[in-house]
């Protein structure tokens, strides 16, 4: 049995701005997303955590990405990782997140005459120096890191997910270990 | 393993223990392909064909002598060369050429108002009935259809 053809929507997913795996299956029915969204959540969340730093963000991160899925079911169940379309969007959406938040701390930084800037009003998770550190970072380093050691994601699927290459997405993690290191090293120091 | 990565592992299997169950879904029904969603789908395509086959048609113009169905054809013009106020009541206005009467003759202030079939009544010219037409208007066999 062949594969069949790619439709005109999975051939534009495909040029680049999603950058969507070849391989298409049949694995999940359309009437199946309750059980691609029980099963994906909680890591798309902690995707999203890592990128943004709150857990109340991330979760209407999440769900965005998520109700975004669900417009589209009808094209993405046929896809072999529809999850990996999800993370694609997810990490879309906490960038701009915290582009949209830089701009509002500069704006309450001016306000409030810097020390009466708002903070986040809500417990770290973990490691709060290093969640920090990573958001710091380029956004493509973050994004690499995140997907590689917090999603736990074969270097394979971190290069889908960002639509670049494997030896890019290596020199990626090389450079952002490296630059995180370095954060961190600051940090200690000021300390 | 460097101390960063290690870090970065730990950072991650703390993210994990968080309890992060989904919430549950609202009540949305997945949008399915029914055979009653296609009819739109099929309907939508051939009404732009058919508007845009009358648009063309419409604006090549046919010519009255070779079509049958307009020997049939009587256009109500309004053939009087002085000012009326038939102008006035002429919905809509038509670009193009006026259609000149059987004989030839020039009419300046003649405009088609509206193509008619040889079984249909005049009732209305715009907002003007036939009987308050002036004495100058006639039906006319056409010269020169147009869709309109």
């Given at each position: 049995?062949?594969?069949?053809r790619?439709?005109w929507?999975?051939?534009?997913l495909?040029?680049?701005?999603f950058?969507?795996?070849?391989?298409?299956?049949?694995?999940?029915?359309?009437?199946?997303f309750?059980?691609?969204?029980?099963?994906?959540?909680?890591?798309?969340?902690?995707?999203a955590?890592?990128?943004?730093?709150?857990?109340?963000?991330?979760?209407?991160?999440?769900?965005?990405?998520?109700?975004?899925?669900?417009?589209?079911?009808?094209?993405?169940?046929?896809?072999?990782?529809?999850?990996?379309?999800?993370?694609?969007?997810?990490?879309?959406?906490?960038?701009?997140?915290?582009?949209?938040?830089?701009?509002?701390?500069?704006?309450?930084?001016?306000?409030?005459d810097?020390?009466?800037?708002?903070?986040?009003?809500?417990?770290?998770?973990?490691?709060?120096?290093?969640?920090?550190?990573?958001?710091?970072?380029?956004?493509?380093?973050?994004?690499?890191?995140?997907?590689?050691?917090?999603?736990?994601?074969?270097?394979?699927?971190?290069a889908k997910?960002?639509?670049?290459?494997?030896?890019?997405?290596?020199?990626?993690?090389?450079?952002?270990?490296?630059?995180?290191?370095?954060?961190?090293?600051?940090?200690?120091?000021?300390? | 393993?460097?101390?960063?990565?290690?870090?970065?592992?730990r950072?991650?299997?703390?993210?994990?223990?968080?309890?992060?169950?989904?919430?549950?879904?609202?009540?949305?029904?997945?949008?399915?392909?029914?055979?009653?969603?296609?009819?739109?789908a099929?309907?939508?395509?051939?009404?732009?064909?058919?508007?845009?086959?009358?648009?063309?048609?419409?604006?090549?113009?046919?010519?009255?002598?070779?079509?049958?169905?307009?020997?049939?054809?009587?256009?109500?013009?309004?053939?009087?060369?002085?000012?009326?106020?038939?102008?006035?009541?002429?919905?809509?206005?038509?670009?193009?050429?006026?259609?000149?009467?059987?004989?030839?003759?020039?009419?300046?202030?003649?405009?088609?108002?509206?193509?008619?079939?040889?079984?249909?009544?005049?009732?209305?010219?715009?907002?003007?009935?036939?009987s308050?037409?002036?004495?100058?208007?006639?039906?006319?066999?056409?010269?020169?259809?147009?869709?309109?």
């Amino acid at each position: 049995m062949g594969v069949p053809r790619d439709g005109w929507l999975v051939r534009v997913l495909h040029m680049g701005f999603f950058a969507l795996p070849r391989e298409r299956a049949v694995g999940l029915s359309i009437g199946e997303f309750d059980g691609f969204y029980e099963a994906h959540y909680a890591s798309v969340v902690r995707l999203a955590y890592s990128l943004c730093g709150s857990v109340q963000i991330a979760e209407e991160l999440a769900q965005e990405a998520f109700v975004a899925a669900h417009g589209r079911w009808a094209h993405l169940h046929g896809f072999d990782r529809p999850d990996l379309w999800v993370r694609r969007v997810v990490i879309n959406r906490s960038i701009s997140f915290r582009r949209r938040e830089a701009t509002e701390r500069r704006a309450l930084e001016q306000l409030h005459d810097r020390d009466g800037a708002a903070g986040p009003d809500e417990p770290p998770v973990g490691d709060a120096e290093l969640w920090a550190a990573l958001r710091e970072l380029s956004p493509r380093q973050a994004e690499a890191l995140a997907l590689f050691y917090v999603e736990d994601q074969p270097l394979s699927e971190v290069a889908k997910i960002l639509g670049l290459g494997e030896e890019t997405v290596k020199t990626h993690l090389k450079r952002g270990r490296a630059a995180l290191a370095a954060k961190l090293a600051t940090s200690r120091v000021q300390r | 393993m460097s101390d960063v990565e290690q870090r970065l592992l730990r950072a991650a299997r703390e993210l994990r223990e968080l309890d992060l169950a989904p919430p549950p879904l609202p009540g949305i029904a997945l949008p399915t392909r029914t055979p009653t969603s296609r009819v739109p789908a099929l309907v939508v395509p051939a009404l732009v064909l058919l508007g845009g086959l009358a648009v063309m048609a419409g604006a090549l113009g046919r010519d009255v002598g070779t079509d049958p169905v307009a020997e049939q054809a009587i256009a109500v013009v309004v053939t009087s060369a002085a000012p009326t106020p038939v102008d006035a009541v002429v919905h809509p206005p038509i670009e193009g050429e006026p259609v000149g009467d059987p004989a030839g003759r020039a009419a300046p202030a003649v405009r088609p108002v509206r193509v008619l079939t040889a079984h249909e009544e005049v009732v209305m010219i715009g907002s003007l009935a036939p009987s308050r037409l002036p004495a100058a208007a006639e039906p006319v066999t056409v010269t020169s259809l147009r869709r309109f």
